[in-house]
């Protein structure tokens, strides 16, 4: 696989080395869900807390219900381990948390920008919290695991797809009421195949006119006509997985043409089903097609991964040059929903933390 990578910039060789040198990058995670993260010791901890029962309080027999472990690839199976996960936000201190530590999980892999995505409904319907005042705890525990950190976080609140227009509008409404540095955008997730985009046009519209930054899921259960809706309806800034664009050259070129990034997530996709083996995930096809492609987690605890894992994943499995992981940072350096006014900050950080790394800088410096 190795023989086919870029010679113009050096290349690990070795696993280890290869793995090495991807957690070493200052890294940046543009799609990672908070319920998606959960540690299993956390789980299990708070499960005997609050007495929640449980297939099993040993972390072992828990793992297949919470995590993809022999699972057949499948869409809706995957989805399913969200139904177990989304009984652990029982209270303030819980939901509070689970944020700390996701944002604590991600600084440890060198991730020193990370946007997490929440859905407020999720981590309220357990105890019937207000959607208000769940928002309020995941901000208020980001601010202090950013302070902890060093991780600059930004947070990004999900609609569900399978959601009735009402529920979306409050979000909506929560989003625009919340944004400043810390909530920046909507995103729009989940069943794909049953919920088109275009059912929630007017709440995204009201989103966007309110400043408020846009992504979606889509083009990963389904094919590019999903993708295109998202885009065409919802104004969508970036797309969540969104690989099967590239099976319309039409898609293509309007994501292209628009400047749409494309959050990707490849162990996610092979778990889904979205692609049938990592040798023939899209993600090397995407930078050649010079789409704004970038490299994500999506739900580190339920696909027991890592963005570092991720990278040696590419590098690896699906044969992606060096060269494109610092075009992959690039492209989600620009695409990033942070504030206007600290994007330079933010990009100077990466132009001195990228400094001892070969032809790096180079391509930060350069607007995709």
């Known amino acids: ?13 070795t696993k280890k080395e290869i793995w090495d040198w991807a957690h070493s990058l200052p890294k940046i995670d543009l799609h990672r869900h908070l319920e998606g993260s959960l540690r299993l010791d956390t789980l299990a901890e708070i499960a ?6 449980l297939p099993s309080y040993d972390i072992e027999q828990l793992r297949p219900y919470v995590q993809v472990t022999d699972d057949p690839p499948d869409f ?60 309020e705890w995941v901000i208020e525990a980001a601010e202090k695991a950013q302070e902890e950190t060093g991780t600059r976080t930004c947070l990004i609140l999900q609609i569900g797809r399978e959601e009735n227009i009402n529920i979306a509008n409050e979000i909506v409404d929560l989003a625009i009421n919340y944004l400043g540095p810390m909530v920046r955008g909507i995103d729009l997730a989940g069943d794909e195949i049953h919920y088109p985009a275009h059912l929630f046009a007017e709440p995204f519209s009201r989103a966007s006119k309110a400043g408020v930054k846009i992504t979606v899921h ?75 492609t970038t490299i994500n987690t999506d739900d580190p605890s339920v696909s027991d991964t890592t ?62």
């Open 76 to 135: 809706h199976r995957f989805l399913e381990k969200f139904r177990l996960l989304r009984r652990f936000y029982t209270s303030k201190e819980a939901v509070q948390r689970v944020t700390r530590e996701a944002i604590c999980d991600a600084a440890n892999d060198n991730i020193r920008y990370l946007e997490l995505r929440f859905n407020p409904v999720a981590l309220s319907r357990i105890q019937n919290f207000a959607l208000q005042d769940v928002v």
């Open 218 to 292: 889509a083009g990963e259960a389904v094919g590019p006509d999903s993708v295109r809706s998202a885009i065409e309806f919802l104004k969508a800034e970036r797309i969540g997985h969104g690989i099967r664009s590239i099976e319309n050259s039409e898609v293509v070129q309007m994501v292209y043409e628009r400047k749409v990034a494309l959050e990707v997530c490849p162990t996610s996709n092979l778990q889904t089903g979205a692609v049938k083996g990592l040798s023939l995930h899209p993600l090397a096809d995407l930078f050649r097609l010079r789409l704004r």
């Open 307 to 368: 963005l570092t894992d991720e990278y040696v994943v590419a590098v690896t499995a699906i044969g992606l040059p060096k060269v494109h992981i610092y075009q992959a940072l690039s492209n989600a350096l620009h695409a990033a929903f942070i504030p206007e006014a600290e994007f330079p900050h933010l990009k100077q950080q990466f132009r001195e933390l990228l400094a001892s790394y070969t032809g790096a800088q180079e391509i930060i410096d350069r607007v995709p």
């Open 1 to 13: 696989m190795l023989r086919n990578l870029e010679i113009a910039v050096a290349q690990p060789t």
């Open 48 to 53: 005997l807390e609050h007495g929640i029962d």
